[in-house]
């Protein structure tokens, strides 16, 4: 069965400094991969995802992952933190059934 | 509009009642998912229509939990009997394919359930 692990709940960093999230994912295929946000109030919204093309993935707002199949990771980043970017972030594998399982998600804090 | 309406956004009820939500997906697409979120967790899949019928619904809980799309676009969530532990955000998304690991889905802002 798929499943993902999102390896911190809750994350901080200052302002203008570099974002990690991380993920690990357990699939017995090749899996499809997403990174979704979810600001307060607000509904979710798709970052970035991964379907077996390139290995690194650009996303909106600044945002990439690379997808590490030797690892089993597909961890978030970004290289310069904005207030903006406070919210709470999903890791998402899709099944192969099409439907998406997520992980237990991360809450960035960001300081100015 | 332009993107998955959702209503109520609030519903508070009692142990016991009977709650329907409401999702309108975007128009033309044929897929149709909920999601359960509970305060703390991401969200959890309940059941996923491909046009009319229910493709998946294994992760609806019990059979308190039933679903519809009859014309393949809106879609009711149906909870008999609720309990207090069925509080928690009902989010349903949309998809113009089955997303078979290549498709994004468009969420709603979610229905809030309160069992009191």
């Known amino acids: 069965a798929q499943s993902v692990t999102q390896l911190d709940s809750h994350v901080s960093v200052s302002e203008g400094t570099p974002v990690l999230l991380r993920c690990n994912y357990s699939?017995?295929?090749?899996?499809?991969l997403f990174w979704y946000v979810q600001h307060p109030n607000k509904g979710l919204q798709l970052l970035l995802k991964y379907t077996s093309a390139a290995t690194l993935v650009k996303g909106i707002n600044g945002f990439e992952a690379e997808f590490k199949k030797s690892e089993t990771s597909f961890h978030l980043t970004k290289p310069s933190a904005h207030m903006s970017d406070a919210a709470e972030y999903f890791c998402v594998v899709s099944d192969q059934g099409g439907k998406l399982i997520f992980g237990q998600g991360t809450e960035l804090s960001v300081k100015p | 509009g332009a993107g998955v309406s959702q209503t109520p956004s609030n519903k508070v009820t009692e142990k016991g009642k009977y709650v329907e939500l409401r999702c309108d997906p975007i128009?033309?697409?044929?897929?149709l998912y909920w999601y359960r979120q509970s305060l703390g967790q991401g969200p959890e899949f309940l059941i996923y229509?491909?046009?009319?019928?229910?493709?998946?619904d294994s992760g609806l809980p019990n059979d308190r939990f039933f679903a519809v799309r009859p014309e393949g676009s809106v879609s009711t969530l149906k909870i008999q009997r609720t309990e207090r532990g069925d509080s928690a955000v009902y989010l349903c998304a949309s998809s113009q394919t089955r997303t078979g690991g290549i498709g994004e889905l468009f969420f709603g802002e979610g229905s809030r359930l309160t069992v009191l």
């Open positions: 128009s033309g697409h044929t897929a």
């Open positions: 699939s017995s295929y090749s899996p499809s």
């Open positions: 229509f491909q046009g009319t019928g229910a493709a998946d």
